[in-house]
């Protein structure tokens, strides 16, 4: 009685290289609904920033993207508390 030699590393996930991509595509539309989700609810969103209002109003998808990635860097990119900005200090 001979045995299946084993390959060193991970075990499969997927049974054929079919199975895999099929599953990679899945993923992938799974992503791209949920970003068009994502541009959706920040385009209906209030923004207390002027500027970042009007690029979610009438930039594309793209400029929408980068100026939320932007955003949420400056804001909330560090460990800890968010820094106190000039609109916190005025409302207070």
Excluded: C
């Excluded at 899945?26 to 068009?36: I, T």
């Amino acid at each position: 009685m001979e045995r299946a030699k084993r390959k060193p590393g991970r075990p499969a996930l997927w049974e054929s290289d079919r199975q895999r991509e099929r599953a990679y595509r899945s993923r992938r539309s799974e992503k791209v609904r949920l970003v068009d989700e994502l541009l959706l609810a920040a385009r209906n969103a209030w923004w207390g920033d002027r500027q970042l209002q009007a690029i979610l109003n009438d930039g594309d998808d793209a400029a929408v993207l980068r100026a939320l990635t932007a955003y949420y860097r400056q804001r909330h990119w560090s460990y800890g508390p968010p820094k106190e900005t000039s609109d916190a200090k005025e409302s207070s």
